[in-house]
């Protein structure tokens, strides 16, 4: 907030180059005389701002264009496939809103922030700011088509909710029926991605349109008063159990139990029993796992079943489960000078995918060079640079690189310095353990 809004830019920083090219692309829109005032600031247009978002890799990086996303308004509208009038808005964070005279016609593009205010570069007297969401003030919402919203669980801000306690009690319960530490790691990493292991935890987009908290849906069930549990199509749980099948036979079995259906205990009985009687394969699969991203992929896709089980899920998912295997299996593949906390602060994602598989490649690595190694936003030394490793840093791959110049390099992931990277390395410069 507080950065200038010049019309037609997307977060370069400005200057006099940018101010002459912009004059003559759009000259009505140039004729404030404080522009020179404003050089050395980012700077964006209503759109621009989600297209500097998509674009950067931080506040401070010059954003990479990309031909592909470079939408307007009415664009970024057209490319999205959520997306209604507002009177349906669920005032969801990350979501944006439209003002326009149809879907044809948007002049006007901000963020909804979750928290009742739309950010937004309002005008060049305004700049980016935050106003009070008023549904009279905009005609459309839409989820951006570029952006995967993880609707099941914010990880980063619900994992302080999760005591070690807990932790470790779904580690051990599972652990003693699975017996098989691959298995149990696979299974809880996903566990983690839908719920951050909270019992109680309702799906984020319906604490927002049924208008009700964890614990009020959660009590609300257990009295009765709320009937809809089964059909009302909200996540729930350690599984984030959606289908009304399966909420429903978690519902019978709470009352059954005479606990409480956030009952963190009973989940994990009710999830055994689920998987023994209705998922015999993938419970199979658990327990004769022979690596974490065996046993995380097929949960992934035959159990838990999101819409996207692409790549960068299966390598995320992998990674948290990674996380707990290193923890209570006593293999460590953190960075030797990083943070082997399993609460990590921040997460950077490499926004190229990898393109191809090979299970031999999957291991953990060592940097080898005395000079240490670049974790690359893409496969060849043209990309951004995510993170220095210094020499003896391990990191982990689970099998996905991308062929570059004759050179694998391969997708890792890896702790330093309490910040969880995911990206690529040139695999020559990486021995394997």
């Known amino acids: 907030m507080g950065l200038p809004y010049w019309y037609g830019t997307y977060g370069q920083t400005a200057n006099a180059s940018l101010l002459s090219a912009k004059k003559k692309q759009y000259p009505d ?4 005389d404080d ?17 500097g978002y998509l674009w950067s890799d931080s506040a401070t990086s010059t954003p990479t264009y990309k031909s592909s996303q470079d939408k307007s308004g009415t664009g970024l509208v057209t490319a ?22 149809s879907t044809s016609n948007i002049t006007h593009v901000g963020v909804y922030g979750g928290d009742g205010y739309v950010y937004e570069a309002k005008n060049h007297a305004s700049g980016v700011c935050k106003t009070a969401y008023k549904q009279s003030d905009w005609n459309y919402w839409a989820q951006c088509s570029y952006i995967t919203d993880d ?3 914010d990880a980063t801000s619900l994992a302080v909710q999760t005591t070690a306690a807990d932790e470790k009690t779904i580690w051990d319960y599972l652990y003693g029926k699975i017996g098989n530490a691959y298995g149990v790691a696979g299974l809880m990493g996903n566990l983690y991605a839908e719920s951050a292991l909270i019992a109680n935890n309702l799906e984020n987009t319906y604490n927002t349109k049924l208008g009700m908290t964890d614990k009020e849906y959660t009590d609300a069930v257990d009295s009765g008063s709320s009937t809809a549990v089964s059909s009302d199509s909200a996540g729930y749980g350690l599984a984030q159990w959606t289908y009304s099948t399966r909420k429903k036979a978690l519902l019978e079995y709470a009352v059954a139990q005479k606990a409480s259906v956030g009952s963190l205990s009973m989940q994990l009985a009710f999830l055994y ?8 394969a993938v419970l199979d699969t658990l327990k004769n796992a022979t690596s974490v991203l065996q046993a995380s992929n097929i949960v992934l896709t035959k159990y838990e079943i999101p819409a996207d089980t692409g790549t960068s899920v299966q390598t995320k998912r992998a990674g948290y489960g990674q996380t707990y295997y290193d923890k209570y299996a006593g293999i460590s593949s953190s960075a030797s000078s990083g943070s082997t906390s399993t609460s990590t602060v921040t997460e950077k994602t490499a926004t190229d995918p990898a393109k191809s598989f090979s299970e031999s490649l999957a291991g953990t690595y060592k940097v080898s060079p005395s000079s240490g190694v670049n974790v690359r936003n893409g496969a060849g030394t043209g990309k951004s640079i995510l ?20 050179v694998k390099w391969l997708y890792i992931q890896v702790t330093y310095n309490n910040i969880k990277y995911t990206g690529f390395c040139c695999g020559t410069y990486l021995k394997k353990q």
């Open 29 to 32: 829109y140039y004729t404030a």
């Open 35 to 51: 522009f020179k005032s404003q050089y050395g600031k980012r700077v964006h247009d209503c759109s621009g701002l989600i297209k």
């Open 80 to 101: 999205a496939t959520m997306k209604d009038k507002i009177s349906t808005f669920p005032k969801t964070a990350g979501l944006l809103v439209f003002r326009g005279t």
């Open 151 to 153: 609707t099941a669980a």
């Open 273 to 280: 029993k689920e998987m023994s009687e209705s998922y015999g």
């Open 387 to 406: 993170v220095a490793l210094p020499k003896d840093t391990k990191v982990q791959n689970y099998g996905y690189y991308t062929s570059a110049s004759g």
